[in-house]
């Protein structure tokens, strides 16, 4: 027989565990579920399972024997109910299972009742709450194949000979240098096996699967992992990846991308991040259900957003709903950044981001964000966005765009030649005409292809941040024949060409600005600068006053904060400098004769939005009518 699940209260704190009988393992599998109160002052004891659920394709039953409500009253199958589960999960539980007591496990699988898209919106809701409030999660990568068990004992004994700052990930040994030497050498013999086993351990579906995230940030420190039967703590065996990965000797290329990939998601020290960050590192992640692009990330989101789960819901509307509360709480519209234009898009109207699907180009993540303002968008029932925006320029011309990440350089060589055929200008020519801007064409050339204003200064002098003299000496290299079947070094200034100019074209306007656009734009599209958002945006007309959105752009000399409050004035510099505290870059304006650093952009004060003399804690709101008080020219447009 079939089991049937008995409801959880609906409006309470009830959760769904369940017993696992012991066994061999080749026995079969059988369980009881338990009702039970998820209360923060006396949870229940159980363990979390991260896994991967795996094909549903050729399911395997397990028996339940016996469901046990929150009343006590214990509901007895006499000859027990079947339940169908995947693969992978009969896999796990027979891994899991000990040979003398029961185990006690939550599992989203069993312990939800997936047909019921109501339960399922529930308890997604608390999952966070769950995985925070378990006795420990365990984390199962599957069982033992291509030398796991060797690489599992390495990374446990790698982990237990490092001492790790969680904060800057700097490790060093914390045994005697003769047997950290020992270990080493163990990594390196047999033709460097051992990294081939770390690099196809990483390579499983577990690290690939987006719900893990959040599984693992929120577990504790009694976490653990488990692949076949080796098994060690959670914080063990991320000591022993980043302990690889810090010796440049051991680390492949290959494997360094991995490794990366993994401590952009585990080793940050806040289990809470920003929506925008968390959507950035989770793009290459894999779900089932397209509405976990957002639900998988709920606990671990910092911004209050109060989005709640529904799975009833259509994706576009799950995206949507994402949208409004971030502005809402935010009052910006940076997440129109995330917008691509795409045929094949699951997301109506033009504003909502498709975060179905990973990007086609990267985001541009330009840090010199000068003004975008506050903004007063206001959203309608038929799907439309107003928004206060002023018009800037239009597009006249756009090359070909380019896979670029993949590290040759024909491909960035051909890239440029087609710039220069578009620009109608001859190598010799690129040092002797003035840009709009008033530097040379090589100057901006190389900061559209990098997305970066060389007259920007950090502080301190940021590692990794091309500048101007070496990204010029990068360009002539790509420009000269003679260097024709060369290969530019990985340090080349032009790393970050690889990151923002892939897959976009390089465009042109009617008034002589150039820079990287979306990947869909063509003449005709129109650039705004949209209040509220920290990018230039491409705009379609469609129809009076309505315009779908193509994406973000960048234009050299031109940004939000020319376009809204006038060109930066000369007797200032720009500084971004670094807080420690949040590991963030801020904006500064500096006095060239005082030296003076100011939170204050000074056309603010230009504006008379401040006086001369006043240094603000914190910037005030500036919005549509403060700036249109001011003589600003916003126009309200109609996005669809």
Known sequence: MEYKYHPLAAASDEIRVLTLSPGESSDAVEVDLHHVSLREDRPPVFEALSYVWGSPESPVPIT?????????QAIDHDSGCRLLVTRNLDVAFRNLRERA???????DAICIDQSSTSERSQQVQRMDKIYQLAARVVIWLGPEANNSNVIMEILAEMGSSIHLDWATHICRPSVPSSQYQILEKRIRENGGAALTALLRLLARPWFERLWVVQEAKLSNSEAIVKCGQPTMRWDTFLKGVIGIYSDSDLAKATLNTKLLAIMDLYFDVKNQM?????LNNTQPLQCSNKRDKIYAL??????PLNIRVDYDLSISKVYEDAFRRYFDHKRTLDLLTWCEMKKSSLTKPTWVPDWSVPRTANIMENELVLFGGVSDAVFSDDGVLRVAAVPCTSIVGRTLAYSLDDGEDTKLREFITRILELLGLRLEELTTPLYKTGCIFLEALCGSLNCLDFQVEFQPRRSGVPDLDGCISDLLYFLDPKQRGKSVSDDSEFFLVRRYASRRPFITTRDGYFGLGPPETRPGDIVYSIL???SLMVLRPSG????QVVGECYLHGLNPGTVLLGPYPTSSKIVLEHDEATDTWDTRHRSKMTGQLSVVDPRLRSLGIYKRDEEPEKIPVIDAKCLTSRGVRLQHIDLI
Do not use: A, D, H, Y
């Open 64 to 72: 339940i024997k016996q469901t046990v409500l929150t009343s006590g």
């Open 101 to 107: 007591k029961p185990r006690t496990l939550w599992i």
């Open 274 to 278: 920003r929506m925008e960050e968390l």
């Open 298 to 303: 709920l606990g671990l989101i910092s911004e």
């Open 532 to 534: 509220g958002c920290r």
């Open 544 to 547: 009076e006053n309505r315009f």
